[in-house]
């Protein structure tokens, strides 16, 4: 991997960002997408820049948020949905999928406004594969 195929999100807050790490992402060239502390959800502009930054690369994305549940477990929910779509998979149980998560990491996605994010992100993906189909 290089360091070209690394993108990372977290939200700066100053006890997850030590001036090593700032740093580190500098000299690599590493980017960095703004994610401001406390906000209750993903961007969708945000969410939308970080997968045409990683679509068709095998390298991983770093999503970090202050508690590495409510918002990073969102993120993670809309991700894991949107790979079962591109896999081809017929059916998709959006809250299964969470449930699957929480039995992982209790807490993964913490509000119902962002599961209603990932809700609306997912549904959002779907349209823009159904306008992309020939008529």
């Given at each position: 991997?290089k360091k070209?195929d690394?993108?990372v999100?977290?939200?700066?807050?100053p006890?997850?960002?030590?001036?090593?790490?700032?740093?580190l992402?500098?000299d690599?060239n590493v980017?960095v997408?703004?994610w401001p502390?406390?906000?209750?959800?993903?961007?969708?502009i945000?969410?939308s820049?970080?997968?045409?930054?990683?679509?068709?690369?095998?390298?991983?994305?770093?999503?970090?948020?202050s508690?590495?549940?409510?918002?990073?477990?969102?993120?993670i929910?809309?991700?894991?949905?949107l790979?079962?779509?591109?896999?081809?998979?017929?059916?998709?149980?959006?809250?299964?999928?969470?449930?699957?998560l929480?039995?992982?990491?209790p807490?993964?996605v913490?509000t119902?406004?962002?599961?209603?994010?990932?809700?609306?992100?997912?549904a959002?993906?779907?349209?823009?594969?159904?306008k992309?189909l020939?008529q």
């Open positions: 991997m070209d690394i993108v999100q977290q939200d700066n807050d006890k997850n960002m030590l001036r090593l790490e700032k740093k992402f500098h690599n980017e997408l703004d502390p406390q906000s209750p959800d993903l961007n969708p945000k969410h820049k970080v997968n045409k930054c990683y679509k068709g690369r095998s390298c991983p994305v770093i999503v970090h948020c508690d590495g549940a409510g918002r990073s477990g969102t993120y929910l809309i991700d894991m949905v790979n079962k779509m591109a896999k081809g998979a017929k059916e998709i149980d959006i809250a299964a999928t969470l449930e699957h929480r039995d992982q990491r807490g993964m913490q119902k406004e962002q599961f209603e994010f990932a809700l609306t992100a997912v959002e993906e779907v349209n823009a594969i159904l992309a020939p």
